[in-house]
């Protein structure tokens, strides 16, 4: 684990003009990795008991158990510079690019203070200033539009010769979603103009009630990319460390022109589809195994096996989180609705 770690504070030294990593900084990744995981996962069991208790409408698709795939993957990018694209299981990878947790619950509220203004829902979240391309309903339906974010980035570079133009994209989609044509079409286009761009498979096993295994004629999504000629990675997407190691190689590969990257994480949804999902179909045995696996838990044994942090400390920032949702709740109760006159708004870029 030190030595991912410092992998990964050795990056922010070089970036620093810095040599040896020095251990504060090994404790100040462990612990921002930690952090972003614990909002997430604080922030959708909060979700869950706000649409429980009849506060929040519409679908509501939870991320409980994958966060070490948003937290790994989007602290390997560079924040307001390299783009995403989320599904409609998009709550975590907008507040890991950085959407503060109001915005994210007022837009779940429906109110005009959320990131879509109140117009998109739990499904819909955007915000062009944190870099948040969307997550969208439809499954595929992010991933052309990742394609075109990471062909600009391309083409400003080489074509308009802007040096500056080196933006990374990752586009997260599901299982499910790689039996999707867009999916092969996209991989195909990425791989031909060497796109800086990560596609991100959260393998959670199922789609809906369909298990992967059922419904795949291979199910190891990450050797897809070889019928492209593109490098393909399958990674434990329960270890945060490892994710963000495997996510830092495809960033580099990306950023230096070298072309995109199948990464696939293999990881778990603790929930059903939706919070209207009475989730019966998946089996006890196969759900504790997963749960014992538990991401947050993981690094946290890590953390303090290795006396990055200890057991107070971390509990303090789990307090930190669950304030900061407690507050974004209450912002999102109290902030005013859209107003009925301009319902036609925002149909059309202002
Ligand atoms: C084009 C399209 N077809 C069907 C659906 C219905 N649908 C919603 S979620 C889903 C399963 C997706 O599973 P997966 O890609 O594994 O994502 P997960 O929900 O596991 O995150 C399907 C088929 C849809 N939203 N869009
Ligand atoms: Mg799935």
Request: glycine residues 8%; negative net charge; charged residues 25%.
């Amino acid at each position: 684990m030190v030595q991912e770690l410092a992998e990964a504070t050795g990056d922010q030294q070089r970036e620093a003009g810095q040599q040896a990593p020095a251990w504060t900084l090994l404790q100040d990744v462990g612990l921002t990795l930690y952090r972003d995981m614990v909002l997430g996962r604080r922030f959708e069991d909060k979700c869950a008991e706000m649409y429980y208790r009849g506060k929040m409408f519409g679908f509501v698709h939870l991320y409980n158990g994958q966060e070490a795939v948003s937290t790994g993957v989007i602290q390997a990018l560079q924040r307001k510079h390299d783009w995403v694209c989320s599904t409609y299981r998009d709550h975590v990878h907008a507040l890991s690019m950085g959407v503060p947790a109001r915005q994210v619950m007022a837009e779940l509220f429906g109110k005009e203070a959320g990131c879509s203004k109140g117009r998109g829902g739990s499904m819909h979240l955007f915000s062009r200033e944190h870099h948040l391309l969307g997550g969208y309903a439809f499954i595929g339906e992010g991933i052309p539009v990742a394609l075109g974010a990471a062909f600009s980035s391309r083409y400003g570079r080489d074509v308009l010769k802007d040096t500056s133009s080196d933006a990374v994209t990752a586009a997260f989609f599901g299982d499910g979603t790689c039996n999707n044509g867009q999916f092969f079409e996209c991989l195909n286009m990425a791989q031909l103009w060497k796109l800086p761009i990560l596609f991100v498979v959260e393998n959670n096993k199922w789609a809906i009630g369909m298990a992967h295994d059922r419904a795949t004629s291979n199910p190891e999504i990450y050797r897809k990319a070889a019928a492209f000629g593109m490098v393909g990675e399958e990674v434990d997407g329960m270890d945060v460390l490892a994710v963000r190691a495997a996510a830092q190689r495809a960033v580099d590969r990306a950023r230096s022109g070298k072309g995109p990257t199948l990464l696939e994480c293999l990881t778990y949804r603790y929930r059903g589809h939706s919070l209207a999902d009475p989730d019966e179909l998946r089996d006890a045995q196969e759900k504790d195994f997963w749960a014992q696996r538990d991401p947050i838990m993981a690094l946290a044994t890590q953390l303090i096996r290795h006396d990055l942090a200890s057991p107070e400390r971390l509990a303090a920032i789990d307090k930190e989180e669950e304030a900061r949702v407690a507050d974004a709740v209450e912002f999102a109760l109290a902030a005013p609705e859209p107003q009925p006159s301009d319902l036609k708004r925002y149909i059309w870029a202002e």
